[in-house]
Every structure is written in structure tokens, then in C-alpha cells.
């Protein structure tokens, strides 16, 4: 008897996973890769990074995911190239063959050039991204506390995010919620409530793929919680102390100890990887300019999916890098493999745009459901539900709602710890 | 009006917190400082290490439990010296002075003079070294997953575990359950249940400290989940890829790649510091030989209390390093201050053994709680209950509960992340 046809995934986020997952009756043998043993609720991770979720609510191990898929392995391999003509993935310490490759390795953060910034203003994308960032706030409350001079007091407590997209928007309100709410009572030299919250954007609103009525919105609920907001805003240099940023024609500098970066994505480099070895396009982000039904122009065994694909027929415009996008092109590929061993074709990937939202602390969101814009505390409920249900374990769910609930009654966040490299002596 | 007088608590372990909070009424200023912003529960470390507990489950930032503690403050600082003729406390980026000093900074593992073995076989001391700990076991079933040779996978399926303490005896027990129960048809290419988990004692038998009859009750229970003990064995030498142990007269070699080291325990350095400085003695592990009252003989202004103190005037055996004597002390210190501000004296420290306990896997426990010896499911409730009510904050004890109790149903462990360095290319 033939064996079935392989069907390799490269990464487990919610692209390949959700593919892995529609695959679960095909006639094919599935095989996941990923540089990491569990799958990854990005949307959520900035309430690793402010220390109300524990890393291990938001990840679940994508064996356990997969385990009771009889026709699905997971290997735990990064890959470093693939062998486009012999269909093989070139592992680091290895290689696999496959029959169809569907690559799903999403993004990373993009300093426009300026990588020497990445130590200084770290992005928020990993596991370790989070707990860096964690680090990096909590200590500044600390270091402000021990802080030798009322210059240094104010460079510990000035806190500035780069970049208001949602991922910024989310960070800046729950700096604020910490140093106004969280931290209450918890210092004797200093008050956490003075801490200063700058948002930087280069566009002229928050939010900018929102429509405009939400990013005013949005506006108007950060400038409630304390968050002052720069618009039309460019950063020109992160220093060890101070962020310089051009607006208006005019050089700004802040003095600051921690900036955080929300300001633009990368595609992952296999892309342009791929992207070499075929002549296929990729996008000035790194995303690879895909057919319609998510193939590699002239390789309808490979398929990008996710962040990592570019995909504009629908609109003209890419999709953005969201996870109800990544899951859709999942299925799509997993469906489409499916009609092709049946001898069928299918029509192109169209994507169905549910709506997209952001939180903004504490009881504030907002909601762009197509027609129907929400705001405020039901747009929150919404947000908090729809994350709730889309994450992937039921025991995540019990427990991240254990926590927030907590959190909502009591203002604490229990998972403020410093960890990893020892943040000692202070430059106080 | 004159300043109340400054009590400085170093460490805000169990007794340094429990030091500080039982001066909430005392009229002095207390200042805890901490490397960490965090109480560490200890005892559940092992949880942590084998993925069923996340680390903020178990810590609790400092601030927030002494918060409502109008006469407390917390610093973050390393001490490196005591300067007792001036009574300040010398730390890597400043001074602080003291009228009482309280020393409570614990032990670290300890490897016997053979401090090259630490990174070959990590202890388990540090949310860190927690995270290391479960990095090295999860990823040892991966590299088993993706091994070249029937040979390596062996190597990458023995884990031995160093001591028979109770963090050795309930690290085996977990890794045994972990191989046996939470892994189960996660992998394609290895039976994870076929893992070999060795533990080494060089007593002859476990948890040496418990009467025999409770020792002979955890090796059979360890028995009974798979777990090969040897006794009066001693590691002679931890190599990269095995373990060479002289038992018997015999000197043998087990090949692995994971070895996990709670073997033994010495005070932190800041003991001999001290020591030296003030000509006190310490003993073989560095501990402080205190007074009957837990100060430093000759300097009643300061204390040493838990793991740090070697106190035996009550039996004649130094008291056992666990949290109800540092706890003890902590309190005894506190009020023995009260008594001092008031012109009063007090008796010398006496400890009140209310027993010990180890858990062994899912629903097995030995507890020696003085004349009542137990064993079996109802010390396993036991150690759960007494633990769950020891946890400091109440949001933690709900969320541990959950996470237990989903565990114990479903046999699956939430936290099992490999974080941290990346752990690619594997060694085939």
C-alpha cells in the first residue's frame, strides 16, 4: 500500500495549527515543526508583559493540542532552508521530506533599519519578549524608588511605546492601569501614580486601520487613564536614556528609562528564503506575494499562510497580520488539499472579516464589527469573551479567567515578577 | 521627637517575611531588602520544575504582601557587606544603617567541592533554576523524539535525580508521572512510559531525616511509580552525557543526558561574611552558630534566623532547613524586639516541631507529624491542604487549587513550556 502524502507545517501559531487541526480526516500524513514546544496566544501576550497572565496561560504545548490526532506528529526542529526542487525542509540538525509544505512562520518586530535599537526599546512577540518587557517595567518602579536625584526619579517613571497599534494602545493602558492602580500604596518615596505614559505614533491617529470614529474613541479613553498620546509622531533614535522623536518639524527629546516597541513587523526570514530560491516576490515587510489560492506562483505544493503571506486580491490591499486571518487561510489550505485528492478544485481564499478590537485597561475597549462600532465597557465584555473562547485549552480558559476576575475585583496583578538576568546594581 | 529605631530584615524569604509582618505593631521602622521582588514558596519549587504550577503560583511580589504594613518598606538591593562597628549595610550600589539587622538569606545548593558540576546538573533553588529544570526535562523527551540512534534515545530517556531529600523524592516522583501519566501518546517514535528515573542516595535510605518506617513507605511508593532507587550510592562524577556513581564498593556509570542535583545545600556566602567580620564560627555548610536567643554572640543587635542560623541548643542537632523554623524564628525575633523596647527579656527560642512531609507522584505522601506516622492518600490531602493555606496571597491559592485539581482529573500539566535559550540544534 503507498504510504499517504506528507504534509509538512512549518510553525504552530494559528495558521499551521489551525491547518494541522482541519486535517484531522484527510487522507495525509501531517508533520508540525516548531523552534518551540507550545502554540502561542500572541494576542494576549501583552498581559504576560504586564504581568497579569503567567506565560503558561496563554501557551499551551501543541502536543497536547495535537495528541489525539492520529495522523498528525509534532517535531520540535527549526528550520533553515528549504530544498525547493528535491521537496525537502532543511532542518538545523537534519532534514524532512514532504509532498505539500505549508509555511506558517509569521513575524517578528521591525526596526525600520535600526536594529542597534532592538536591546534598548524591545519588542513584544515571544514568551521572552514579555518577561523582558516585564522586567524592564516593574524594575523602573523599583529603580525610581532607590533613585539618587528627582532627574532620575522622573527618567525611571517615564515610560514610552512606540507605535499605537493595537499592541500599543493594549501595553500603553496597562501601564497606566499599573501605575495607577496596581502599584497603589506599594512605595514610600515614590508615587507609581506619577509615572508619565507617552505613545508615539507615526500616523495621524491611534489605531490606524481602525475607522476614525474608533480611534477617536480610543484617543479619548488612553488621555482618561493618563496616557499622553504624540500623533504624527516619528522616532529618529533610542539612547540608553532618551527617545528623540521629530514632530512637527521639530527634534523632541524624551528622557526615559524603558521603551517599548510596538511599531512595525517583519516577516519571518524563511520568506525571503523561499522568495530566493523560486524568484517569487515578497513585500517591502518580507511577505510572500502569494496566488490566490495561497500557493507559491508555480509551486502548488508550497503554500504561505498567515503573517508571513502577503495575500491582496480580495481588496487590493494585504490582509493584516491578525489571527482570524491566519486561521482562515488554515482551514482554506487544509480544505483545498483535501478537493485536490478528490480530484476537485476550489475557488480562491476569501477572507471574512469578523471585525477587529483592542483593549484600552481596564473595563475600555473597542470594536470594529463591520457595521456595528463598539466602545467602552460592553466592547470590553466582547473583547474578554472572544479571547476567552479562542483560547485553546479549557484549562487556559478556567484559569485566565480565574485571574482576570481577580484582577478586575481587587486591581492586583499576580504574576509581577523580575526574573532572568539579575537587574542589580541599579544606575540609581 | 525622636526616629522609631530601624530593624533591617535581609531577605524576605519565609523569615524575613515573617520577621517583617510580625513587627506591624511594633513602634520601629522595618525595611525588608530583597535581590528578588518576590516571596519564593520554596516547597512547591519542584511543581514548577515539572510543569504543573506556573512560577507566579508560587511567588508573590514582596510589595503587594506588605503593603497595608504602615511601618514597612521594601527595597530591591544586593547586600555584599555588614559593617558592624558602624552598623550599615554595605550593598553593590549604596548604604543603608541599622539599628537591629535581621539575616535571613537561606542556602543555595551545594555541590561539595565540585562546583563544575552546576551546569551539568542544575539544583533547585530559583524560579530560574526551576525554568532550567523543566527546560532540561521536556526538551530530553523532544531530542528522544528526533534521536539517530536506539542508543541516544536511551541517553535522552534516563534522568537521574541526585538525593533523596524531599525535593529529590518528590522530583522523581513527579518525572515518573510526567513519563508515565501527562505525556501519553504525545510522541510517534519513543514510549515516553519506557524513561528510566534513577534516584541516588548516599544514605541508606530516603528521606534519611524521616523515621525508617515512613522511608520504607516512600521507596515503595517510589517503586510502585517505577522510580529505581539506589542507596548508599555516592556521584563520584557528573559528565555531560553520564553520571559515575560508587556504590557498593563498585564504581558505576549511567548514561544520560539529564541530571537533576538536590543533594545538598550551603548557606548564602553573606554567612562567612559576617562571620569573618565579627569572628563568629560558622559550621561545614557556612552556617551561623547563633545564640539561644538566634543573635550573633557578642552583637546582640543581630539576628539570624532560618536556613542561614544553625541553632541547636534544643537537641543538640542543628534544626532541619524547612519554612515552619524560619517561620518560627521570624516570629520569635520579632517578638523577642517588642519585648526588648518594652525593658523586658524573653526565654531562648524553642521550636515547635509540628512535623514534616514529602509527597511522592499523584495521591501519595509520607508525613512524620511527631507520634502520627501517615502515608497514602490521606497524607496526600494532608500535604495539599497544608500547603494550599501556606501560600501567601489568596488569588494564588485559588489558582492553585484549579490548576491541582485540574491536573489530578485530567493528568495533564499545564505549564509545560520550554522557555528560555533556545534549545536547537539537538544533539541526534
Do not use: C
Request: aromatic share 8%.
Amino acid at each position: 500500500m503507498e504510504r499517504p502524502p506528507h504534509v509538512v507545517i512549518i510553525g504552530g501559531g494559528f495558521g499551521g495549527l489551525y491547518a494541522a487541526q482541519s486535517l484531522k480526516h484527510a487522507p495525509v500524513r501531517v508533520t508540525v515543526l516548531d523552534r518551540r514546544n507550545f502554540h502561542l496566544f500572541q494576542p494576549l501576550l501583552y498581559q504576560v508583559a504586564t504581568g497579569e497572565l503567567s506565560p503558561a496561560n496563554i501557551a499551551t504545548p501543541l502536543r497536547g493540542v495535537l495528541k489525539r490526532q492520529k495522523n498528525a506528529a509534532v517535531l520540535l526542529a527549526e528550520v533553515i532552508d528549504v530544498d525547493v526542487p528535491n521537496r525537502r525542509v532543511v532542518l538545523s540538525d537534519g532534514e524532512i521530506e514532504y509532498d505539500t509544505l505549508i509555511l506558517a512562520t509569521g513575524t517578528r518586530h521591525h526596526y525600520f533599519g535600526n536594529d542597534q535599537w532592538e536591546t534598548l526599546a524591545p519588542g513584544l512577540k515571544t514568551i521572552e519578549d514579555a518577561i523582558e518587557i516585564r522586567r524592564r517595567i516593574l524594575l523602573a518602579f523599583e529603580a525610581a524608588e532607590r533613585a539618587s536625584s528627582p532627574d532620575k526619579v522622573r527618567a525611571w517613571l517615564t515610560f514610552v511605546v512606540v507605535g499605537a497599534g493595537p499592541t500599543g494602545v493594549e501595553l500603553a493602558g496597562a501601564l497606566a492601569e499599573i501605575s495607577h492602580e496596581t502599584l497603589t500604596d506599594e512605595f514610600k518615596q515614590i508615587n507609581p501614580a506619577n509615572a508619565s505614559i507617552v505613545l508615539v505614533e507615526a500616523a495621524a491617529r491611534v489605531l490606524p486601520p481602525y475607522p476614525p470614529t474608533l480611534s477617536a474613541k480610543a484617543a479619548a479613553a488612553l488621555a482618561r487613564l493618563g496616557v499622553t498620546v504624540w500623533t504624527d509622531a516619528i522616532v529618529t533614535d533610542v539612547q540608553a536614556d532618551a527617545v528623540i522623536i521629530r514632530r512637527g518639524g521639530r527634534s523632541e527629546s524624551i528622557t526615559t528609562r524603558t521603551v517599548l516597541w510596538a511599531a512595525g513587523v517583519q516577516a519571518s526570514p524563511l520568506g525571503r528564503v523561499l522568495a530566493s530560491a523560486t524568484g517569487v516576490e515578497v513585500d517591502q515587510a518580507g511577505r510572500v506575494m502569494v496566488s490566490p489560492d495561497l500557493s507559491l506562483p508555480g509551486h502548488p505544493e508550497i503554500f504561505v499562510i498567515g503573517d508571513l503571506a502577503h495575500f491582496s486580491h480580495q481588496t487590493g490591499m494585504p490582509l493584516p497580520g491578525v489571527a482570524p486571518v491566519a486561521m482562515q487561510q488554515g482551514r482554506y489550505v487544509a480544505d483545498l488539499l483535501q478537493s485536490k485528492l478528490r480530484g476537485n478544485t476550489a475557488p480562491p481564499f476569501h477572507y471574512t472579516d469578523r471585525g477587529s478590537m483592542a483593549t484600552i485597561g481596564r473595563g475600555a475597549a473597542v470594536a470594529d464589527l463591520g457595521r456595528l462600532h463598539l466602545s467602552g465597557f460592553f466592547a470590553w465584555l466582547t473583547w474578554l469573551f472572544i479571547h476567552l473562547l479562542n483560547l485553546v485549552q479549557f484549562d487556559s480558559r478556567i484559569l485566565v479567567l480565574t485571574q482576570w476576575g481577580w484582577k478586575y475585583l481587587t486591581r492586583n496583578r499576580a504574576a509581577r515578577l523580575i526574573t532572568g538576568k539579575s537587574p542589580l546594581p541599579f544606575d540609581r
